[in-house]
């Protein structure tokens, strides 16, 4: 097999959609935030009776909260092993670019969450008055209500455990680009389905997840970017090669010095 990162195989980057789209929806949702949505939609699931049913659901809690995200530490430890690995057993040596990038991405995608939390204090919504608590809501970017118990809320920590395999999708698209959209939609897939199961036990507004996603997206860009995509765009200007998908009107076009 060969490297993952491999300099012949890298693919342009466009910066408008993974950068500029992504910082686009981050001033949206600060000029715009989605209060009204995340209210309607997490009262379908609460009950003035019950509270948040799914608080208490075996599904929701044991297998899609607890179980999910034993699976996916046990998916970053064995990565780290690899890694480990790598710097002893010579054949494996070209695993250490790509396994570093993808521990040090699930990593920070994951770590991030908590100082999050403790600088925003926003609270659940299981926490709030309107959902059968005794918290007050405050908006992300307002002071925060007296309170004898700050919120630990904001981003939602849980959904970075899904939308982390973002970074399996940057460590695809320059070999492997089939199989990265696979990868892409899997992230998407898995992180949609463990925030709405958060949602549906009150844990965490709507707007918390997307966040989220959008964090984990832009670390794991920057991790591609600095790591891979940066340093074999510098090879291959060295070696006078351009990028394997360097198109004008579909035909691939050969470097000028190599022509």
């Known amino acids: ?109 994951t770590a991030i969450v908590t100082p999050l939390k403790i600088v925003t204090a926003v609270h659940c919504p299981w926490d709030l008055s309107e959902f059968g608590g005794n918290e007050t809501y405050t908006p992300l970017l307002s002071a925060r209500a007296q309170t004898d118990k700050a919120g630990l809320c904001w981003p939602a920590g849980h959904a970075s455990t899904g939308f982390s395999f973002f970074a399996l999708y940057f460590l695809l698209r320059d070999r492997r680009p089939t199989l990265a959209k696979s990868a892409l939609i899997f992230a998407f897939a898995l992180g949609t389905v463990l925030s709405a199961g958060r949602v549906m036990q009150g844990a965490h507004f709507l707007s918390h997840c997307i966040w989220t996603a959008l964090f984990d997206w832009m670390i794991a ?39």
């Open 1 to 109: 097999m060969t490297p993952l990162s491999a300099s012949n195989a890298l693919r342009p980057l466009n910066r408008l959609l993974c950068l500029g789209l992504p910082l686009a929806l981050m001033l949206l949702l600060l000029a715009f935030p989605l209060t009204s949505l995340d209210f309607a939609l997490s009262k379908l699931f609460y009950s003035p009776e019950l509270g948040f049913p799914g608080k208490h659901s075996y599904f929701l809690e044991t297998i899609l909260h607890v179980r999910v995200k034993q699976a996916v530490i046990a998916f970053v430890i064995f990565a780290a092993l690899g890694l480990a690995v790598s710097f002893t057993y010579k054949p494996w040596a070209w695993l250490r670019q790509p396994l570093g990038y993808l521990v040090l991405t699930m990593t920070l995608c």
């Open 221 to 259: 860009l920057s991790c591609y970017y600095l790591l891979i995509y940066r340093k074999q765009s510098g090879v291959m200007k060295k070696e006078g090669t351009a990028p394997i998908s360097s198109t004008v009107n579909g035909a691939h076009q050969e470097p000028e010095k190599n022509r």
